[in-house]
């Protein structure tokens, strides 16, 4: 079984920080290719914000670079996202999501390339 947890999630004003954790479980973290954070507001895709591969190779949308950090902990096969300067448009349900097979770097923010998903955390960031 693999399952994904994600947690960390709360409302904060603009301009606060948030950091979201993804807790694994069944497969250790070493053991996926790579893994990711993506978000989702009611009637839009789900978009990718931030993923990391085995290497430690980060990629970050636009939209949160420079204000988002993605890391993770082997040891404790959490997954983070550490969230600064968060802004109203962050407000979203945020996804934890992990591939075992190797995604190709044009891919490593694309919906379609994670297989492992969460069921979600809440970030709502007020004026």
């Known amino acids: 079984q693999v399952q994904l947890v994600e947690s960390g999630g709360g409302s904060v004003q603009a301009g606060g920080s948030l950091r979201l954790s993804c807790a694994a479980s069944?497969?250790?973290?070493?053991?996926?290719?790579?893994m990711g954070w993506f978000r989702q507001t009611p009637g839009k895709e789900r978009e990718g914000v931030a993923s990391?591969?085995?290497?430690?190779?980060?990629m970050y949308a636009d939209s949160v670079k420079g204000r988002f950090a993605i890391s993770q902990d082997n040891d404790k096969n959490t997954l983070y996202l550490q969230m600064n300067n968060l802004k109203p448009e962050d407000t979203a349900m945020y996804y934890c999501a992990a591939q075992r097979r190797p995604v190709s770097w044009w891919a490593r923010l694309s919906r379609a390339a994670f297989d492992y998903w969460g069921q979600g955390t809440q970030v709502t960031v007020s004026s």
């Open positions: 069944g497969v250790t973290y070493s053991t996926y290719s790579i």
């Open positions: 990391i591969v085995g290497d430690g190779s980060t």
